[in-house]
């Protein structure tokens, strides 16, 4: 069965995408699912060089460590089929009526949800963005092949949003960047 809505999150590196969703995730509480893009890569990535999962996962320092391996292997994987992740992260997903994707990183993974779930009766697409000193704040530091690669780029002049939150400096509290998402969402 197909979730009632798929919310889909971008944004760049630090701009507090976890954050943003983990706190949805408590106010949905039972009613979502939350889907990590990534996991599949890192699953791999962790088995394959014997490496702890739960850090790759994490928002630490370790997984940076590997983040230019994990960026090229997965490119290569979507150079064979665009579809590859997206498909495995939602492979075990619960029957859940919200799915929350945290992790959209390129035009290719929108287009994968629309075509295997354009009949949801919601698919929704939320941008998060963040000032350079904001995220730096936050642990940002630039590198190159990572922060101008496609996996962070992609996005970038994609502007077909259902929703755009300032996560930077002047950003709305919390629970007020939580209720504009809720306005997404169908009476569950």
Partial sequence: MSPKVILLFSGKRKCGKDYLTDHLKEKLDDLCEVI?????????????KNLSLKDLLSDGEYKELFRLELIKW?????????GYFCRAACQNAADKPVWIVSDIRRKTDIKWFKETYGDCS?????????????REQRGYKFAAGIDDA????????????????????????????????????PTL
């Fill in 36 to 48: 990590k893009i990534s996991q599949p890569i890192k699953s791999h990535w962790a088995k394959e």
């Fill in 74 to 82: 997965s490119e290569e994987m979507r150079d064979k089929d665009y």
């Fill in 122 to 134: 919601s698919l929704k697409t939320i941008r998060l963005t963040a000032d350079l000193e904001t």
């Fill in 150 to 185: 496609t996996s962070e780029c992609d996005l970038d002049d994609f502007n077909e949003w259902d929703l755009v939150i300032n996560n930077g400096k002047l950003r709305d509290t919390l629970e007020q960047q939580l209720n504009s998402i809720m306005t997404l969402l």
